[in-house]
C-alpha cells in the first residue's frame, strides 16, 4: 500500500521555490516533478553568485625613532586615508549589483583568490618581539651591571622592575637596555658580521628593539599595516615580504653604517610599505580613485622616509626594506584583473574575459624577480667582502642623518 508523502519543512518547501522564468532550464519536465514533497534533495539552478568580498587597500603607517647611541629602526603613526581612497572596483559592483537573497550554493571555482584569509603570523610575530624585549631586559640585570655603590638606584624602575629595570634616561631615553646587552644578543654590528662572519645578525637584529617606546611604536605599525595585508593575500605572502624585507634592510645598513649598532623592525614594516606600493601598481585595474591614492601613498612614503635623517635614526635599514618589499610586491602580490575577477557576474553573452594576468603584470614580475634576487646577491657578496659603501657614494651618508646646527651626525 503506497504511503502518502509526508509534509515538507518550512525549510524544504523555500529551498524549493523555483522562479517562473527558471523552469525552462529543467528540459520541459512537468511540474509534478519538482513537487518539493517528493525530492529528496531540491533542485540545483544557475543562480546568480554572491558578490565578490570587500577589497581595500591597507593603509601605511610611518615612525620617528628617538635617538640614542643606537641606530634605531622605527615606523611613525598610521593612517587609513590611502585605503579609502583607493576601494576596490568590485566594492561599488558589490553596491550597485547586490543579487537578492539566494539558497546556499557551493563556491564558484576561482572564488577562492578572494577570500579573506584569517590573520595570524602577525599576532605570532608582534608576541615574539614582545617576549623577546621581555628576555633582552632580563638579561641586562640592570641594578646588578650599574657602576657605582648604589648604581641600581639610577636605573629607571629599579624599585619595582628589578632586574627588569630600564638603563638610565642619560644612556637610553626610550626606556631599554643596554648598547652592550643589545650587542650581546644579536644587533648589527658591521664588524662582527664582516670580520667574525657572523652573518646571523643580519636575521636577528630584526627582532630586538632598543626600548620601550621603539618597541610600541614598530609593533603598532605592524598590527595596521600587516593585518589588512595578511588578510587579503594571506600568511605565506605576508610572511616572506615581512622576514625578506628585513633581511635586505640589514644589508643596506651595513655598507653605509661601521661605527654603530642597529636593532629594530622598521626595515620589515617599510618592506610591507614598499609592497603596498607595488601592488597598488601591480593591480591597478581593480581599483578606484587610483591617482588619489597614489598621491596620498607617495607622500606618506617621503615624509616616514624624510623622518629617517634625524640622528640615531637607521635610514639606510628603511630604504633597504622599502626598496626590497617594492619589488616582492610585484612578485607576490599580483592579482586577477578587473574583468576576470567580474567574469561570474557578467551576462551570459559576454564570454572572453581575456587571461587572468595582464601583460604588463608578469612584464613587472619577471623584472622584478631578476632585481631583487641581484639585488641581495650582490649586496651581501659586498658586505662580507668588507667593502664600505660611503667610499663608492660621497653623499649617500646624508640619506641617513643630515647635520644642522640643532645636532651633529658623528663619524
Known amino acids: 500500500m503506497p504511503t502518502r508523502p509526508r509534509p515538507c519543512s518550512r525549510a524544504r518547501l523555500e529551498?524549493?521555490?523555483?522562479?517562473?522564468?527558471?523552469?525552462?532550464?529543467?528540459?520541459?519536465?512537468?511540474?509534478?516533478?519538482?513537487?518539493?514533497?517528493?525530492?529528496?534533495?531540491?533542485?540545483?539552478f544557475s543562480t546568480t553568485p554572491p558578490p565578490l568580498p570587500l577589497s581595500?587597500?591597507?593603509?601605511?603607517?610611518?615612525?620617528?625613532?628617538?635617538?640614542?647611541?643606537?641606530?634605531?629602526?622605527?615606523?611613525?603613526?598610521?593612517?587609513?586615508?590611502?585605503?579609502?581612497?583607493?576601494?576596490?572596483?568590485?566594492?561599488?559592483?558589490?553596491?550597485?549589483k547586490a543579487p537578492p537573497a539566494a539558497a546556499p550554493q557551493q563556491q564558484q571555482p576561482g572564488r577562492e583568490e578572494e577570500r579573506e584569509w584569517v590573520p595570524w603570523i602577525v599576532p605570532v610575530i608582534v608576541t615574539a618581539n614582545v617576549a623577546l624585549f621581555a628576555v633582552v631586559m632580563y638579561a641586562n640585570n640592570c641594578p646588578?651591571?650599574?657602576?657605582?655603590?648604589?648604581?641600581?638606584?639610577?636605573?629607571?624602575?629599579?624599585?619595582?622592575?628589578?632586574?627588569?629595570?630600564?638603563?638610565?634616561?642619560?644612556?637610553n631615553p626610550l626606556l631599554g637596555p643596554s648598547s652592550a646587552t643589545l650587542q650581546k644578543l644579536g644587533a648589527l654590528v658591521w664588524d662582527k658580521v664582516v670580520h667574525e662572519h657572523q652573518g646571523w645578525r643580519l636575521v636577528t637584529c630584526i627582532w630586538l628593539h632598543a626600548g620601550v617606546v621603539h618597541l610600541l611604536a614598530n609593533m603598532l605599525s605592524l598590527v595596521l599595516v600587516g593585518l589588512r595585508l595578511e588578510q587579503q593575500f594571506g600568511f605565506v605572502r605576508v610572511g616572506v615580504i615581512y622576514l625578506v624585507s628585513g633581511v635586505g634592510g640589514s644589508v643596506m645598513s651595513s655598507l653605509f653604517i661601521k661605527d654603530n649598532i642597529s636593532v629594530g623592525a622598521s626595515g620589515a614594516l617599510f618592506g610591507l610599505l614598499g609592497a603596498m606600493l607595488s601592488e597598488l601598481f601591480t593591480n591597478w585595474t581593480i581599483y578606484t580613485n587610483k591617482a588619489?591614492?597614489?598621491?596620498?601613498?607617495?607622500?606618506?612614503?617621503?615624509?616616514?622616509?624624510?623622518?629617517?635623517?634625524?640622528?640615531?635614526?637607521?635610514?639606510?635599514?628603511?630604504?633597504?626594506?622599502?626598496?626590497?618589499?617594492?619589488?616582492?610586491?610585484?612578485?607576490?602580490?599580483?592579482?586577477?584583473?578587473?574583468?576576470?575577477?567580474?567574469?561570474?557576474?557578467?551576462?551570459?553573452?559576454?564570454?572572453?574575459?581575456?587571461?587572468?594576468?595582464?601583460?604588463?603584470?608578469?612584464?613587472?614580475?619577471?623584472l622584478a624577480s631578476v632585481l631583487v634576487v641581484v639585488g641581495l646577491a650582490v649586496g651581501m657578496a659586498m658586505l662580507f667582502r668588507g667593502v664600505n659603501g660611503n667610499e663608492h657614494c660621497e653623499w649617500c651618508h646624508y640619506l641617513s642623518c643630515v647635520p644642522t646646527a640643532r645636532w651633529s651626525c658623528g663619524k
Open 15 to 44: 529551498l524549493n521555490r523555483v522562479h517562473p522564468t527558471r523552469l525552462r532550464q529543467t528540459h520541459h519536465q512537468p511540474l509534478r516533478h519538482l513537487s518539493p514533497c517528493r525530492l529528496a534533495s531540491p533542485p540545483t
Open 292 to 366: 588619489a591614492a597614489l598621491v596620498t601613498l607617495l607622500f606618506v612614503i617621503a615624509v616616514n622616509l624624510a623622518i629617517g635623517i634625524l640622528p640615531h635614526v637607521d635610514n639606510f635599514a628603511h630604504i633597504g626594506g622599502f626598496l626590497t618589499g617594492f619589488l616582492l610586491g610585484f612578485v607576490l602580490l599580483m592579482r586577477p584583473h578587473y574583468g576576470w575577477a567580474q567574469r561570474y557576474v557578467l551576462p551570459s553573452s559576454v564570454k572572453d574575459v581575456g587571461r587572468k594576468f595582464l601583460a604588463y603584470q608578469w612584464a613587472l614580475l619577471a
Open 144 to 171: 646588578a651591571h650599574a657602576r657605582g655603590g648604589r648604581g641600581g638606584r639610577r636605573c629607571v624602575g629599579a624599585g619595582f622592575l628589578r632586574r627588569f629595570a630600564f638603563q638610565p634616561l642619560s644612556q
Open 56 to 96: 581595500t587597500t591597507p593603509q601605511p603607517i610611518r615612525a620617528v625613532a628617538p635617538g640614542t647611541q643606537l641606530a634605531t629602526r622605527q615606523l611613525a603613526t598610521p593612517s587609513y586615508v590611502v585605503g579609502a581612497m583607493a576601494g576596490s572596483r568590485r566594492d561599488v559592483d558589490r553596491k550597485e
